[in-house]
DNA sequence: CTATTTCATATTGGATCCAATTTACAATAT
DNA sequence: ATATTGTAAATTGGATCCAATATGAAATAG
């Protein structure tokens, strides 16, 4: 029998759907820090019951993204610069490690999916799409490694600091430098020269750091 | 007014009660991994509804202790040998660093309270304690960093493999030989040698990853 | 006897209802 | 007027009930 087949118990529940949507929300600003998340008004939004909503709330505080106190509810987490800062520390100390080790791993494709990204992202005049373009570039060379815990942690950090991020790109022509710092980096795979693409994926999170952290009076 | 008060906002909830009593059991090995968990029985061996179950299951899911599929519950999570390497390759990458950034900032009281950690360790014979009391004596240290984000991830880390890691002290007398890291890491850190207490803390992991990769076929 | 098809049971996902707690505000006393 | 107390609305945490799905065994057809 031929037949465009899904698999079914992959589709997703009303809990998960609600934990995405909130995610994107939160993670992209749509949502501000310290605002509180009503069950109820979140419930009615998505045509549901509370309880996937608090499900879905569970896991957002599980993730960091979320603070809730108990009988008072859910606000969204905002970081100090400190923790802020913390948090491009330790992606400048994990992402070299990834991508050095994906470099020899690299296919063609992955090199041209890449690419695209950092041509999308360096043609894009979209603010609003900066941030999504810039972390599939990254992702999808750091994928390569196969590495997934890897990867997996590198998603949690970089949604923690999403917004920042976003908000890093706009200020101060954040978006030019990072492109520049793409090309280069992307060169650096497609020679085959993992120590360079590790340092300079070092120094791009560093600077974005030292960038943010001038601008960071601005963005308060 | 003078009375000993705690603060009854943090009083834990069912679903927090659920949730550290389950991740204790299943870091610990007490439930075995591919064992699925039953809301219902869980629900009854806690006294409660399966409500504040799920929200523990939900939690756990997200920090990878289980795998849930839709309709058919949740089982504990497995590591294969190669997500067990992979999250040792983590921990000497990361630990080093939060080590070497922790050493001057260790008081006295932490450096007591280590010691205190590995002596409890090394004069202890019960194995089922060696997990615990090894894990205390590397947060105590690691703590003085004050890198939260950095300590969190850890966690999640040892959460990930403590199993194969508490079954790792006790073959090979790999209690013997963590016990003299222990305390040649201690050392280094009294000595305010940040650098050496770095490079001995990735050879504690590392070492530990080889034993474990060489006795991987006796624990399945 | 084997393969397929009911069908009953077990289990999970979600909706609704109730209890516990917080919050805002009016009422009261000093 | 100000501080305290009482009260009602809002909100969350949890229990119970119902619907959707999976599982496994009995029934049935070949």
Known sequence: ????????????????????????????GDVQEGEPLRQDEIAKLFNTSRIPVREAISRLEEQGLVKTQ???????????????EEIFDFRALIEPEVIRRAVPLMSPETLETARASWAAFSASADPMSWGDLNRDFHSTLYRASGLQYHLDVID????????????????????????EEHIAIWEACLAG?????????????????ESLLQNISNLR
Chains 1, 2 share one sequence.
């Open 1 to 28: 029998m031929k037949l465009n087949s899904v698999d079914i118990s992959k589709t997703a529940s009303a809990s998960s759907i609600v934990f995405e949507a909130l995610r994107k929300a939160i993670i992209e």
């Open 193 to 209: 020269n993992a120590a360079q693409a590790a340092e300079l994926t070092r120094l791009h999170i560093t600077g974005a750091r």
């Open 156 to 179: 949690n950090a970089m949604d923690r600091i999403d917004r920042y991020l976003r908000a890093q790109l706009i200020l101060s022509n954040g978006m030019e430098r990072a492109n």
């Open 70 to 84: 108990r009988y008072k509810g859910a606000v969204v987490s905002g970081l100090s610069p400190d923790e802020a």
